[in-house]
């Protein structure tokens, strides 16, 4: 078997400078809709169509990386990125904006499905969490190297051109790739992991799997989804009592980065311990109530409260992410690991496309603390399915002599 080593290096940073068009937009299209050539309230279809399309194409592009080579689906993947990176540079108006979008999202299912297939592929059940979380951690890294370098570009150089850079930047990924990235599936065996683990049921069929899916999906739609969106509204209403001579886009933009950071170190972190313990479903229950403990105490008025809850709840999105992608690939046999990750993927957009429309919906009902507060009460509900799914297997392992 290939060393994971040896695949992470060209695999994460393909993943992580795919990112850099992609996070520049949300970054700084809502203050630039005249440079793109669009009007204000053409932001948001914008910035969510490319998740609205993934919904649709995560399960056939699973499907598609079952069936065939993982490295050259993954490497198409990534110069589609650059093409769409290319199309915010050259052109301008909403409909080519929502082409480039759209063809973003065609590649980010090939990106992020690949890519988390791949390392699946060259770890085993006892180091698999510890891989899964360093590729996560490529992620967000990713993430805030393209938020924070496009926003300072934008500023300096404008928005073009920063498009043009950031098409340059993810081509580099892609040649990362291209040159050091190795196939994995020929060294897979589909029977292996029915023979190791015994017999497993298919994804559909996986009542294991649609949990860890949920979970992914009610993670995404708290941290991805309510807290991304709202968390600049909780920084205005809470802005008197940092008394700290910065603005709100500034506060916000620390608070996101930090969360970011509190996330990378986590997700390996959580994988690993979940390797040592040998109980995947325990430490996602941890990171689940940490969470929702993070919803409650950001609620509170006081600022140091509130760090501390914005550090749970990242501890719980970084962890949590890793965790349920570790469990897909030990829930089903190697030969249909790409649509388990696919549906995984897609509970995970789905999470994260509802929760902005709920959060805003709900905002002239019950305000941002009710909201945040049955955020709280979904990452419970969450934590209460892995508890079960743990209790059973404890249950079914004491029944065996485990």
């Not at 393909?14 to 970054?27: E, F, H, I, P």
């Not at 990378?264 to 990171?287: E, F, H, N, Q, Y």
């Not at 969470?291 to 760090?307: C, E, K, N, Y």
């Amino acid at each position: 078997m290939l060393h994971p080593g040896r695949v992470l290096l060209p695999l994460g940073l393909g993943t992580a400078l795919s990112l850099m068009g992609d996070a520049t937009l949300y970054t700084v299209l809502p203050t630039h809709t005249a440079a793109a050539g669009i009007t204000l309230s053409g932001v948001g279809i914008i910035l969510s169509a490319n998740r609205i399309i993934r919904l649709f194409l995560n399960g056939p592009t699973g499907v598609a990386y079952d069936r065939s080579p993982r490295r050259g689906l993954f490497i198409t993947a990534l110069f589609i990125g650059v093409l769409s990176t290319i199309i915010y540079a050259a052109t301008s108006g909403f409909w080519p904006l929502l082409a480039g979008r759209l063809l973003w999202g065609v590649a980010w299912a090939g990106i992020w499905v690949g890519g988390t297939t791949i390392i699946l592929d060259v770890t085993t059940d006892q180091d698999r969490g510890r891989w899964t979380g360093l590729y996560q951690t490529w992620f967000f890294l990713g993430a805030a190297f393209g938020a924070f370098s496009g926003g300072v570009l934008t500023d300096w150089l404008g928005f073009t051109t920063t498009m043009w850079i950031a098409a340059a930047v993810s081509a580099i990924g892609g040649l990362a790739a291209l040159f050091f990235l190795p196939e994995t599936q020929p060294i897979t065996n589909p029977l292996k992991g029915s023979l190791v683990k015994g017999k497993l049921p298919g994804p559909r069929s996986n009542p294991r799997l649609w949990i860890a899916a949920s979970v992914q999906g009610i993670n995404r739609f708290v941290t991805a989804g309510v807290l991304a969106a709202t968390i600049a509204l909780l920084v205005q209403d809470r802005a008197a009592n940092f008394q700290i001579a910065l603005g709100v886009a500034t506060m916000t933009g620390i608070l996101l980065g930090y969360r970011t950071v509190i996330s990378m170190i986590s997700a390996p972190m959580a994988g690993s311990l979940s390797d040592r313990l040998g109980g995947r479903w325990l430490v996602t229950l941890g990171g689940l109530l940490l969470g929702a403990l993070g919803m409650f105490l950001m609620v509170r008025p006081d600022p140091g409260t509130l760090i501390i809850g914005i550090s749970l709840t990242a501890i719980s999105g970084g962890s949590v992410q890793t965790l349920v992608t570790a469990l897909t690939g030990d829930l089903v046999i190697e030969a249909q690991r790409g649509r388990a990750i696919g549906l995984l993927h897609t509970a995970g957009d789905l999470g994260s496309a509802l929760g902005p429309i709920t959060a805003y919906a709900l905002l002239p009902w019950i305000q941002l603390t009710g909201v945040y507060i049955l955020c709280a009460g979904v990452l419970t509900f969450g934590a209460v399915m892995a508890l079960w799914v743990f209790r059973s297997e404890r249950h079914h392992a004491n029944r065996s002599g485990v």
